[in-house]
């Protein structure tokens, strides 16, 4: 396996979402020297970095249909109680924002538009169209100066971790053949599916960001090493999930020295199984040995 960068000390994402917040005022405030409307620039910043480009678009775009939404929503409470909005208006605006962002299922919009809705109408100000449509510019720069970043900062890449899971499956796999093979125990598979699920998770999200891998990177490698993990997992089940282990063929045999399990000279014979039995557990065992040695293999490319 290829040496990986070290990781920094501090979180990539954390230093990206602080570098954007400094950004966003920074652009801001060639432009403008209210405080509250850099205060908006930063907070679209700061929610809308997200670990993958593809997260921070999806965010950048809902959280500019909430701020749209508390901005006109707020701009009509204004306009119908210019001097002071009644409290009532202002729960029953929060509730209609909250209602919306359910409907259309942008639950991660309703706290900005609410807030963009109550700084609206309980802060009026002599110009609403303007100030609802500062609101809306401000919020925008700080949502896309988070993305711009996400973008040319050093992508988020956890090739690394998909290969530090599919390490984990597959140091997995000697101890449980020497408990099921060798000493006739079935082995504890509980976590294995866990570690299944957590792969296809970053794979999921390695492929969201394939627009930023290098050119000819290895995505069809590393699902090949999914695959391959996932077809160890299966065959191991399949033999734990024998009534009787057969007797152990030499060829496998040979195999599992090769893994450092010591085996008796004589093989595995004599067992009270049936010739089903050794047919369907060297079956099984030749599949699952195959797949570790190509997932080694091909874990050395990547």
């Known amino acids: 396996m290829k040496e990986h960068q070290r990781d920094l000390p501090i979180g990539l994402r954390i230093f990206k979402t602080a570098l954007a917040v400094t950004l966003s005022v920074f652009i801001v405030r060639l432009f403008a ?6 205060f908006y620039a930063a907070f679209g910043a700061l929610i809308a970095m997200e670990t993958t480009f593809t997260k921070s678009l999806m965010q950048g775009l809902t959280q500019l249909i909430g701020v749209f939404l508390g901005t006109l929503f707020g701009y009509v409470s204004v ?5 002071m909005t009644p409290a009532w208006i202002a729960g029953l605006g929060v509730l209609l924002l909250l209602f919306l962002s359910r409907a259309l299922k942008l639950s991660f919009t309703a706290s900005l538009s609410c807030i963009i809705f109550l700084s609206a109408c309980l802060t009026p100000t002599d110009n609403i169209l303007r100030d609802s449509l500062y609101r809306l510019r401000d919020t925008s720069v700080g949502l896309g100066v988070a993305l711009v970043i996400n973008v040319l900062i050093r992508p988020y890449n956890n090739k690394k971790r998909i290969l530090d899971l599919l390490t984990q499956l597959r140091s997995k796999m000697p101890p449980a053949l020497r408990q099921i093979i ?3 125990r079935i082995p504890d598979l509980s976590g294995n599916l866990p570690l299944l699920r957590r792969l296809d998770r970053e794979m999921e999200l390695y492929h969201s960001q394939r627009f930023f891998h290098r050119k000819n990177d290895d995505e069809a490698l590393l699902a090949g090493c999914k695959q391959l993990a ?5 065959e191991l089940e399949a033999i734990c999930g024998m009534d009787t282990p057969g007797n152990l063929a030499k060829g496998n045999a040979a195999l599992m020295r090769k893994l450092g399990l010591e085996l008796p000279e004589e093989g595995i014979t004599g067992r009270k199984c049936t010739r089903h039995d050794t047919i369907v557990m060297n ?3 030749e599949k699952l040995l195959t797949a570790y040695r190509f997932l080694g293999e091909l874990m050395e490319e990547a």
């Open 33 to 38: 020297d209210d405080s509250l409307t850099v």
């Open 79 to 83: 306009l119908l109680f210019p001097s």
């Open 182 to 184: 060798v000493e006739e």
């Open 230 to 234: 996932e077809r160890m997992v299966e």
């Open 283 to 285: 079956y099984h065992l």
